[in-house]
């Protein structure tokens, strides 16, 4: 297989462009893939800065009423897995799920041991700011994000009263299926998987083609040229036909040959004279 000079110069071209399209692929869809990520974290993010603008005004008033039927409103727009509001002793109090309302959020289980894992109250503020993945009870992938509530100067002289001192009135906790990012992501790898076949097919297949035209058929000539002392019609055209350097040797060569070959019939011719001049009449 690797003894003919096509397969020695095809293969290696074929496997370091198999290599090149390789890396840049996953390299490219390494970008791609988190770019897609971060617009999917700033999304919940801007989700969840909403709902607390859109429940600020329901919690200056304490309208605890007023302040469910948002978190319930928002909730039903898709993708959305949870939206919770609960104190700063892990209560819930509003959610869109009503049996978990008045209960203990599971920290192991919500994917919040990475925020609650022994470190000081100030560095637990840091990190829930940050966002979370986890597998739900459903079996579903969700990117969360848990946002603080503070205690702002209209909070304290409004007719809900917090004290000053308080800085953190709770946490908006919202989470996002993310069952669509995953899609994107495997029509991402579809698609440039089809893209990296095509490439390499086409790479791969031009450089063949303009081998085999500019080097593999001027060589078969010049290997025919040099075979033998006879050449047949065919490849007498061919090398008339033929372009480039090899060509332009297997024509030198030909000539040779032609000027060897009447070379030696006129040796022949002057020894077959030199022997009648020699030879006595009989």
């Not at 020695?8 to 970008?31: K, Q």
Request: hydrophobic share 40%; with cysteine.
């Amino acid at each position: 297989m690797f003894q003919s000079i096509a397969s020695r110069s095809i293969i290696p071209v074929g496997l370091t462009v198999t290599g090149f399209v390789a890396i840049g692929c996953l390299s490219l869809y390494g970008i791609m893939k988190q770019d897609l990520i971060d617009d999917a974290t700033q999304n919940g993010r801007n989700i969840a800065n909403t709902v607390l603008l859109s429940t600020r005004y329901a919690m200056l008033h304490n309208d605890r009423q007023h302040l469910g039927n948002i978190i319930a409103n928002i909730s039903q727009h898709q993708g959305v897995e949870h939206l919770r509001i609960f104190n700063h002793h892990g209560v819930i109090t509003f959610s869109r799920n009503q049996e978990e309302i008045g209960h203990q959020v599971n920290k192991q289980m919500e994917g919040c041991n990475g925020c609650h894992s022994g470190t000081k109250p100030a560095e637990q503020l840091a990190a829930a700011k940050q966002t979370r993945r986890f597998i739900n009870e459903r079996g579903v992938e969700v990117l969360a994000m848990a946002q603080p509530i503070y205690n702002e100067p209209s909070c304290t002289s409004s007719c809900h009263y917090h004290p000053a001192e308080k800085k953190v009135l709770g946490m908006l906790d919202i989470g996002l299926d993310q069952g669509p990012l995953q899609n994107s992501l495997a029509l991402m790898r579809y698609r440039m998987l089809v893209f990296t076949l095509m490439t390499l097919v086409l790479t791969v297949g031009g450089v063949a083609a303009l081998l085999n035209r500019s080097f593999f058929i001027p060589l078969k000539r010049l290997v025919a040229a040099t075979s033998g002392d006879q050449v047949d019609d065919i490849a007498e055209d061919g090398l008339r036909s033929g372009y480039g350097e090899l060509s332009l040797l297997a024509r030198n060569y030909r000539a040779l040959l032609v000027r060897l070959h009447d070379t030696r019939e006129a040796l022949a011719r002057c020894r077959n004279c030199a022997k009648e001049k020699n030879d006595p009449p009989t």
